[in-house]
C-alpha cells in the first residue's frame, strides 16, 4: 500500500496541471462555443512574457506577473474574440477549428520573430519555492511545483464554479453559449457576456501558462502543446461541459501516469510507450466512448436559421471562352517551367521547386480530405510520415527499391487511415479534428520514435536504396520523377472529383442528410475519402523523403500537420491548383526568406503569413489566394465579354422565387464549372 | 383489416424523446399507387413518423415494412436504394452543384453505378441512358431550361422543385413529400400541387404528403390521416376526415 502510495501521490500534481487547462478549455467552449486550439499558445505566450520580463527585464516577480496574466491575458482573449472568434456563425465549426489552428501555430512564431531569443529558462514560481520540500505524505516529499498546481487547481474551480452557477454574469454566460441572440433579446449585452467569457478564459490561460512555467526547466512550445492534447482528453470525457469531471480526469491520468511509471518495467519499451501514449489513449477512448461527443460543435441555437448559409467552397464558374484561356496559360506555364527545370535552372532554386512538387503531392491529400470530404484531418503529415518510414525501412531491412516500398507505403498509409475513418466514423468537425490530432501525437511519440532509426543512426536515402540516377546532383532524374507523380495524383483526384465519388462526397457536404436519403453510403464514403488521402499523403511523404535525402520525424510531426493545414487553407483548400500553389508557396516563400535578416524571423516569418492568410478562410473558404484569382479571372472575363449582348435568363418555370446570388450563372447559359 | 396490395406498413410504432411521446403506437398502410396526406397540428408527431420511415430515426417499438421487406434496422441510405424518395421541410439541397448534377448523383447514388474504379479510367461521364431519364425527369417538373444552373441561384421555389425531381429520377416506389408547400406563396403552393398531382399519376408511385395547406392536400391525395399529440386520431377520405368531431377538436381546440 505505501508503495502504492508512494506512486500515486506524485501524480496527483502532475494531474492538475493537465486539470488546470483542461478547465479553462472547459470554460471557453462553456461560454463562447468554441473549443480554443490556440489555448495552449494563450497560455505559452503568457508564461514566456512573464520568463521574458524576469530574466531578461529583471521586473520584479508581481509585476511582472501582472503585466503577463492579469493584463496581457485577458486582452489577448478579447483580441481573439473582437477580431477572430465572433466573426464566425455558431455553426461554422470548420471555420472556428481553422481560426485555433491558425493561432496555435501562429502565437509562438510571432513570440519568435518578436523575441529574437526565444529561449527562455528557469521561470520563477509565484507562490511557492520549487525546490524547497515543504512536508511528506507517505514518505513523498512535496515540494513548491506541487503545491502551486494543487492550489492553484483548486481555487480556479472553485472560482469557475461559483462564476457560473452563482453569479449573474455565469448565467448570461451559460445562457449566451446556447443562444446569444436568445439572451439579447433579453435585454442582456450578448456581446459584453461573450467578451467577458474570452477575456476570464483567458486569464485562466496565462494563469495556468505561469505556474507550470517552473514545472518545465526550459519553456517550449511543444510542452504546452502537449499538455493541451492532455487537457483536450480531460475535458473531452466531461463532455465539455462538467468541470468538476475535468479535473478529476485530469487527475486520475496524472495519477495513472506516475503508477504506470512506478510499476512498469524501467527503461522498457512498454514503459516509454505507454507512458507517452497514455492521455492520447484517454483522448481517443472518450470520442470513441462517449456519445455526447458525436454532436459536438453542432450549433443548439434556436435562432440559428437567421443566419446566412455557411458560404461553401463554391467551383469557379467561367465562361467558356475564359475557361479556354486558362487551360492554355497552365499548359504554357507547365512547358516553360519544365524546359527551364531541365535547361538553365540555377541549381538552388531547382532544388527548391523539386521540393516544391513533393509538398504539392502531400498538400493534394489536403485537397483531398478538407476540399473534398469537408473534413478537417491533423494528421496529414502523419500519414505521409507513414508512407516515408515504411518505405525506407523496407529499403533497409529488404533492401526493396524506394520508389517500390513508396506504394507499399501508399498502402501503409492508406491503411492506417481506414483504421482512423472507422474510429472516427460517427465524429465529425471538432470530434474528427480532436481524433486526428491525437493519433498524429501517439505517432510522434511511439511509433515514429520506434522506426526513425536503423541501428541508432537517423535514416538517409542512398542512391542504392532509390537507383536510376535520381539522387544525381547533376542530373534532373528526382524533377522528371516528382513531376510524374504530382501529374498521376492530380490526374486522379481530378477524375475522382469530376465522377461519381466527387459528385458523392460533393452531396455528402451540401446536406448529409439529403445525401444519405438519396441512397449515399456516408460511413462508406467517409471511409473511402480518408483511404484515398492517405494513400496521397503516403507518396507524398516518400517523395519528400527522397527530396531531403533523409527520413526526418521531424518532417512529419504534429507540428507540421497543422502548418500543412494553414499553408493550404490560405492558397486555396478546394482545389488541386490550390494544392500546387500551396507546394510552391511554401518553399518559395521559404527560400525568399534566406535572403532576409535572420533578425526579421526566417522561418517564424513564413509560419506567421500563413497564420495570418488561413484566418481569411471565415470570409473566403475557397482560400484567399483562389479568391483573388477568381477576381481578376471575373475581372478579365468583363474585359473580353464586354460589349457581348448578355443572353436572356431563363424565365422561372412552375413555382419560382427571385434568382439570388451567382447572377453571372444566371446570365450565361452554359457555365463551365472549374475545379 | 389490411388493405389489399399494401406497399408501405407501419404498424405501432412509438418514438419519444426524453419521456414525450412524439408517436405513440401510430399503424399506417399505403397502396402501391395511392396517394396519402397526413395531416395534424404542430407537434403531432407527422415528421417524426417520417423520419423513422426513412430511416433518420429509429423507432423504439413497431414494426415498418416496404413492399413486404422490414426497414426498422435498415439504415438510412439502404432504404431510399430500396425506393424510397423523399422531400424535406426544410430545403435540403447540394449548394455546390447543378440542378442536373443532383439528378445524376441521386439516380447514381440510387442504382449504385458510381464506382472509384470508373472515376479513375475516367469512365464516369454520363450515359446516354442516364442523360435521357434526367431530361425526362427536368421535363416532368419544368426544369428543363434551368438544368445546367447552379442550384445555389435558385428561389426557394425551385429548390423544391429540384427536390422533387432529386426523388423523383430514383423511380421510387414510395414519395415522402414533407410540407412541399412550406414558404411558398399560394400561387407556387398551388402550382407545387399540380405537379405533384401530375407525377404521381404518371409514374403511378405511392406517395405519403406531410402539409399544413389543406387545400393542397384536398387536391392532391386519395386519402386523408389525421394524426395529433403522437396518435392517429381518424383516416378516411378528405372530407369526411375534416368533418370529423375530433379532428375539428384537435386544430380548433373546441369541445364539440
Known amino acids: 500500500m505505501e508503495h502504492f502510495l508512494g506512486f500515486a501521490i506524485p501524480g496527483i500534481p502532475y494531474g492538475c496541471t493537465y486539470a488546470l487547462v483542461a478547465v479553462g478549455l472547459v470554460l471557453t467552449y462553456q461560454a463562447t462555443g468554441v473549443l480554443n486550439f490556440a489555448y495552449g499558445a494563450q497560455a505559452y505566450l503568457s508564461a514566456f512574457v512573464f520568463t521574458y520580463l524576469v530574466q531578461n527585464e529583471h521586473l520584479p516577480v508581481a509585476l511582472s506577473f501582472v503585466i503577463s496574466v492579469v493584463v496581457l491575458a485577458p486582452v489577448v482573449g478579447l483580441v481573439l474574440d473582437r477580431f477572430l472568434f465572433r466573426k464566425i456563425a455558431p455553426a461554422n465549426v470548420i471555420a472556428k477549428l481553422v481560426t485555433g489552428i491558425s493561432m496555435l501555430v501562429g502565437i509562438p512564431a510571432i513570440l519568435a520573430i518578436i523575441f529574437t531569443n526565444s529561449n527562455q529558462y528557469n521561470a520563477p514560481s509565484i507562490l511557492f519555492n520549487p525546490n524547497v520540500v515543504y512536508f511528506r505524505i507517505a514518505g513523498t516529499p512535496i515540494n513548491g511545483i506541487d503545491i502551486t498546481s494543487v492550489v492553484a487547481t483548486a481555487a480556479t474551480l472553485a472560482a469557475l464554479l461559483v462564476l457560473l452557477r452563482w453569479s449573474s454574469l455565469g448565467l448570461q454566460m451559460r445562457g449566451a453559449v446556447e443562444s446569444r441572440r436568445l439572451v439579447e433579446l433579453d435585454g442582456v449585452n450578448g456581446g459584453r457576456v461573450v467578451a467577458s467569457a474570452w477575456a476570464v478564459s483567458g486569464l485562466i490561460a496565462g494563469l495556468a501558462g505561469v505556474l507550470l512555467a517552473p514545472v518545465y526547466g526550459q519553456l517550449q512550445f511543444s510542452d504546452y502543446a502537449a499538455l493541451m492534447v492532455a487537457a483536450f482528453a480531460a475535458a473531452a470525457w466531461a463532455v465539455l461541459r462538467s468541470l468538476p469531471v475535468a479535473v478529476l480526469v485530469g487527475v486520475l491520468m496524472g495519477v495513472t501516469v506516475t503508477l504506470l511509471q512506478g510499476y512498469l518495467p524501467v527503461g522498457s519499451i512498454w514503459s516509454s510507450a505507454a507512458l507517452t501514449s497514455l492521455p492520447f489513449v484517454v483522448l481517443v477512448g472518450a470520442l470513441v466512448l462517449v456519445p455526447g461527443l458525436r454532436t459536438l460543435g453542432q450549433a443548439k441555437d434556436p435562432l440559428a436559421s437567421v443566419d446566412p448559409p455557411i458560404p461553401p467552397t463554391t467551383a469557379a464558374i467561367r465562361a467558356p471562352e475564359i475557361d479556354r484561356v486558362i487551360r492554355i496559360a497552365w499548359v504554357v506555364m507547365l512547358v516553360v517551367f519544365a524546359v527551364s527545370m531541365l535547361t538553365w535552372m540555377p541549381k538552388i532554386w531547382e532544388n527548391v521547386f523539386n521540393a516544391g512538387l513533393a509538398y504539392s503531392v502531400v498538400f493534394l491529400s489536403i485537397t483531398l480530405i478538407t476540399g473534398m470530404g469537408g473534413q478537417l484531418s491533423l494528421c496529414q503529415a502523419t500519414l505521409a510520415g507513414v508512407g516515408a518510414f515504411t518505405a525506407a525501412q523496407l529499403a533497409n531491412h529488404l533492401g526493396l527499391n524506394l520508389l517500390v516500398g513508396g506504394l507499399v507505403g501508399a498502402v501503409a498509409a492508406a491503411l492506417v487511415a481506414v483504421v482512423l475513418a472507422f474510429a472516427s466514423v460517427r465524429l465529425r468537425g471538432l470530434g474528427l479534428a480532436l481524433m486526428t490530432i491525437a493519433a498524429a501525437l501517439l505517432f510522434d511519440n511511439t511509433v515514429f520514435a520506434e522506426v526513425s532509426t536503423v541501428h541508432g543512426q537517423p535514416i538517409t536515402v542512398t542512391s542504392h536504396s532509390v537507383g536510376l540516377g535520381i539522387l544525381d546532383p547533376n542530373g534532373h532524374a528526382f524533377f522528371v520523377l516528382a513531376m510524374v507523380v504530382l501529374t498521376i495524383c492530380v490526374v486522379l483526384v481530378l477524375r475522382v472529383r469530376r465522377g461519381s465519388i466527387g459528385r458523392f462526397l460533393g452531396a455528402m457536404q451540401g446536406s448529409s442528410t439529403a445525401a444519405s436519403g438519396i441512397g449515399v453510403n456516408l460511413t462508406w464514403m467517409h471511409v473511402l475519402v480518408f483511404a484515398l488521402s492517405g494513400a496521397v499523403a503516403g507518396v507524398g511523404g516518400t517523395l519528400l523523403s527522397i527530396n531531403q535525402q533523409s527520413v526526418n520525424p521531424e518532417l512529419f510531426s504534429w507540428s507540421f500537420s497543422l502548418v500543412f493545414v494553414v499553408v493550404v487553407v490560405t492558397t486555396g483548400v478546394s482545389t488541386t491548383e490550390g494544392a500546387i500553389q500551396a507546394g510552391f508557396g511554401y518553399v518559395v516563400l521559404q527560400q525568399l526568406l534566406t535572403y532576409v535578416p535572420a533578425r526579421l524571423g526566417g522561418n517564424s516569418l513564413l509560419i506567421v503569413f500563413f497564420a495570418f492568410g488561413a484566418l481569411t478562410y471565415v470570409a473566403h473558404p475557397e482560400g484567399i489566394l483562389e479568391f483573388q484569382k477568381r477576381r481578376w479571372t471575373l475581372r478579365m472575363e468583363r474585359l473580353v465579354l464586354r460589349g457581348r449582348p448578355a443572353p436572356a435568363a431563363a424565365p422561372p418555370t412552375g413555382p419560382g422565387g427571385e434568382p439570388r446570388g451567382l447572377a453571372a450563372a444566371d446570365a450565361d447559359p452554359d457555365p463551365v464549372v472549374g475545379r | ?256
Open chain 2, 1 to 256: 383489416m389490411p388493405l389489399p396490395d399494401v406497399l408501405l406498413r407501419v404498424d405501432e410504432v412509438s418514438k419519444s424523446f426524453g419521456g414525450i411521446a412524439a408517436v405513440n403506437g401510430v399503424s399506417m398502410e399505403v397502396r402501391r399507387g395511392e396517394s396519402v396526406g397526413l395531416v395534424g397540428p404542430n407537434g403531432a408527431g407527422k415528421t417524426t413518423l417520417f423520419n423513422c420511415v426513412c430511416g433518420q430515426l429509429r423507432p423504439e417499438r413497431g414494426g415498418i415494412d416496404l413492399d413486404g421487406r422490414p426497414l426498422v434496422d435498415m439504415p438510412t441510405f439502404e432504404r431510399a436504394r430500396l425506393g424510397i424518395g423523399r422531400t424535406y421541410q426544410r430545403v435540403e439541397v447540394f449548394p455546390d452543384m447543378t440542378v442536373r448534377d443532383h439528378l445524376l448523383v441521386a439516380h447514381r447514388a440510387r442504382w449504385r453505378t458510381g464506382r472509384l474504379w470508373r472515376d479513375l479510367c475516367n469512365l464516369s461521364k454520363p450515359t446516354t441512358e442516364e442523360s435521357a431519364k434526367v431530361d425526362a425527369v427536368l421535363g416532368m417538373v419544368g426544369l428543363d431550361e434551368r438544368a445546367d444552373a447552379p442550384v445555389a441561384s435558385l428561389g426557394l421555389g425551385l429548390c423544391r422543385l429540384v427536390e422533387l425531381a432529386r426523388a423523383l429520377v430514383t423511380d421510387p416506389m414510395i414519395l415522402m413529400a414533407d410540407e412541399p408547400s412550406s414558404g411558398l406563396d399560394v400561387h407556387e403552393t398551388r402550382e407545387l400541387g399540380a405537379v405533384l398531382r401530375q407525377v404521381q399519376r404518371d409514374q403511378g408511385m405511392a406517395m405519403v404528403l406531410v402539409e399544413h395547406d389543406l387545400g393542397m392536400v384536398a387536391e392532391v391525395v386519395d386519402r386523408t390521416v389525421v394524426m395529433n399529440l403522437g396518435e392517429v386520431i381518424a383516416e378516411g377520405d378528405f372530407a369526411s376526415v375534416m368533418a370529423d368531431p375530433a379532428v375539428r377538436t384537435a386544430y380548433l381546440g373546441v369541445q364539440e
